[in-house]
């Protein structure tokens, strides 16, 4: 059995399919993908960069589920787990309220857009990850990287992808910045699950907001650090300062 990373995207109705990848001792790169369950069936195996291959499931909703065993029949093992001889079929996922994202990229967008776009985009979460403390890793360009151990959909290509209510506000406001970001001829949608479009101002998002448990008051700090809502002012300092000059 040899050891793969295994990857899960799970559609709107909770079903869900999956897809492995390992780098073979010669360099080439194995995958195997199929419907979640005890086996992955179709297998391809090529000369390509494993990590550009896992990123670009990534920008397309696939979440990292972990590392497993699979053996050349595709059946699959977890660590510490024996493989059984007749598997037990495995049950639907549960679904999981989630929030839905495209981004399309016009012919007429240029290199140098979508690179400035990325840059903006790393800025923001920069800045929101010094405000808060949060990890930040893996930027490169056209790849603003990863923040609270989630990582912020490209800007080179289009993509599409969901996020879970269950993994936080923050992923939220990084693609509402994203969305308010965009050059001309790129489009980033983000709708619910009933097809409903957000858009890019939270005083008009709060029911969106409740389904993260969370409200405009709570987020305007993050806000803020992303450009989403303006900085308040602080009415006594602001007071102080002026009579400080008067004087």
């Known amino acids: 059995m040899e050891e793969y990373d295994l990857y899960r995207f799970t559609h709107p109705d909770g079903s869900s399919k999956d897809w492995a990848i390992r780098r073979n001792a010669d ?6 993908w199929g419907r979640t369950g005890p086996t992955l069936p179709q297998v391809g195996t090529r000369h390509q960069d494993k990590t550009a291959l896992e990123n670009a499931k990534r920008r397309k909703g696939y979440l990292h589920v972990g590392k497993v065993l699979i053996d050349d029949h595709g059946r699959i093992q977890s660590f510490g787990n024996d493989v059984q001889d007749e598997p037990a079929p495995s049950q639907p996922a549960a679904r999981k ?3 839905y994202w495209r981004i399309k990229i016009g012919g007429s967008a240029t290199r140098e857009q979508l690179l400035e776009w990325g840059k903006a985009v790393t800025g923001a979460a920069d800045r929101l990850g010094t405000a808060f403390g949060l990890d930040r890793s893996e930027r490169a360009d056209f790849e603003p990287g990863v923040i609270a151990h989630w990582r912020i959909p490209g800007t080179g290509a289009s993509g599409a992808g969901q996020i879970g209510l269950d993994q936080g506000v923050i992923p939220l406001l990084i693609l509402m910045t994203m969305k308010r970001l965009a050059p001309d001829d790129v489009s980033v ?5 009933d097809g409903v479009e957000i858009g890019t101002d939270l005083r008009k998002e709060i029911q969106v907001l409740e389904g993260f448990g969370t409200d405009l008051e709570s987020v305007r700090p993050m806000a803020e650090a992303l450009g989403l809502l303006p900085p308040r ?15």
């Open 27 to 32: 360099g080439r790169i194995t995958t195997r």
């Open 97 to 99: 309220e989630a929030l």
């Open 189 to 193: 949608s983000l709708a619910t699950e």
């Open 233 to 247: 002012i602080n009415l006594a300092e602001a007071i102080q300062t002026n009579q400080d000059c008067w004087f």
